[in-house]
């Protein structure tokens, strides 16, 4: 969704918030839209499940692959979701944790609707197909997945826009290295994987050009041992500002932490907690308002499937806070970059770009579009791995 169709969008949600949240009175106008909301709400373990005196005006199930609590992927989908539940008080939420596996993604969402859920929300990769086919068993039921590409009539996907803020951040690490090398563990070879990789590269080497990247892959989401060996084995190789695109940060920011490398975070602005002297900054998802304007137009019945992307403009994502020993000029320059992105005048795919090979990916004069993001099969020049 672009910005100023989200922003249309959110006038509308916070009008019907208003409404829903009145118990039935006449609705009020407010003078001014509320922006969505910036950074996530406080992390809440307990489900909250708090029906009015009438009855839930929706039931909402949401299911998790991991830890609501990782401060990574995880924490950030939960607060999202319950972040519906504050702006919409008569909705009830029933959530579920630590659902990786897709049989138990299923019998999972089946229970939730047989509590009464009209509407789903299935937040890890591995719940794209079971959600999809339940989808088809239920057609009364909504199901929005977060970050697939799938859709049907009553089947949708959501997600943040991370590449902009990937490169805000291969900014700030191009800055603060010393040694030049730069080091990204990564879950798997994915195409949205190496888009962020590229990105974070291309930051780094628009302020610094002889920034390099090295990957290196765990092959799991979640795998603490792999993580702290990819992260020593990167630092051995000189790197000095480590970065990942793993579910948890826990593991690789500490390794780092305790290495004395810098550190950036990703999927939930809770990662600085795990670098609290050699933290750089950190970009997460903040999806509060997108799904609570979803679940609104669940509950109108304007609901539609919708294909929807939004970014750091839109309130999907926000920069974490700076380390303490980031300098304002550093500081200075990544915010200078993101209003030149939010204005149009700068975009990070502009060609020409060349892959680690010398062959130009993307011409003088085009772009790479989100389509071709997504299957994203090559490194920028630049970076030191394998994308396949």
């Known amino acids: 969704m672009k910005p100023n169709t989200l922003r249309t969008t959110l006038i509308v949600l916070v009008t019907a918030m208003l409404v829903l949240t009145a118990c039935g009175q006449a609705a009020t106008p407010t003078a001014a839209p509320v922006e969505p909301t910036a950074a996530p709400a406080e992390p809440t373990a307990e489900v909250a499940a708090q029906p009015t005196e009438e009855g839930p005006c929706l039931v909402i199930g949401a299911l998790h692959g991991g830890s609501i609590t990782d401060a990574g992927y995880n924490q950030a989908m939960h607060e999202a979701v319950m972040a519906i539940k504050e702006n919409i008080a008569c909705v009830e939420i029933i959530e579920a944790e630590n659902v990786p596996e897709e049989a138990g993604a299923t019998s999972t969402m089946e229970n939730m609707i047989q509590q009464g859920a009209k509407m789903i929300i299935a937040t890890a990769f591995n719940h794209q197909y079971p959600a999809l086919e339940l989808s088809k068993k239920y057609p009364d039921v909504i199901f929005e997945h977060a970050g697939g590409w799938e859709m049907g009539a009553n089947f949708a996907n959501f997600f943040g826009e991370p590449p902009d803020a ?18 990204f563990v990564a879950a798997f070879p994915l195409g949205w994987t190496s888009t962020f ?17 090295t990957v290196a892959y765990t092959f799991a989401w979640g795998d603490a041992a792999k993580e702290a060996d990819a992260t020593n084995s990167l630092i051995n190789q000189g790197a000095d500002v480590i970065t990942m695109h793993v579910d948890s940060p826990a593991t690789v920011l500490s390794t ?69 020993k980031v300098p304002q000029v550093v500081q200075d320059k990544v915010a200078d970059t993101q209003a030149a992105i939010e204005a149009g005048e700068l975009v990070v795919f502009a060609g020409p770009i060349v ?18 993001m997504s299957s994203v099969d090559w490194f920028v020049e630049g970076v030191t791995g394998s994308p396949k």
Do not use: H
Not at 166 to 183: F, I, N, P, V
Not at 292 to 317: H, K, N, Q, Y
């Open 197 to 213: 990789i590229n990105a974070f590269e291309l930051g780094a080497q628009s302020v610094n050009p002889n920034a390099e990247t």
């Open 166 to 183: 990937w490169y805000l951040m291969g900014q700030a690490a191009g800055l603060m290295t010393e040694s030049d090398k730069l080091g």
């Open 256 to 324: 780092a932490e305790s290495r004395g490398a810098y550190s950036i975070g990703f999927q939930s602005l809770a990662a600085q907690q795990f670098a609290p002297e050699n933290w750089i900054s950190g970009t997460g998802y903040t999806l509060g308002g997108t799904l609570t304007w979803l679940a609104s137009t669940v509950i109108d019945g304007t609901w539609e499937p919708i294909f929807l992307r939004c970014g750091i403009p839109d309130g999907c994502m926000a920069i974490a806070p700076y380390g303490p």
């Open 355 to 372: 892959d680690q090979d010398g062959n130009v990916k993307v011409a003088e004069g085009e772009e790479l579009t989100a389509d071709m």
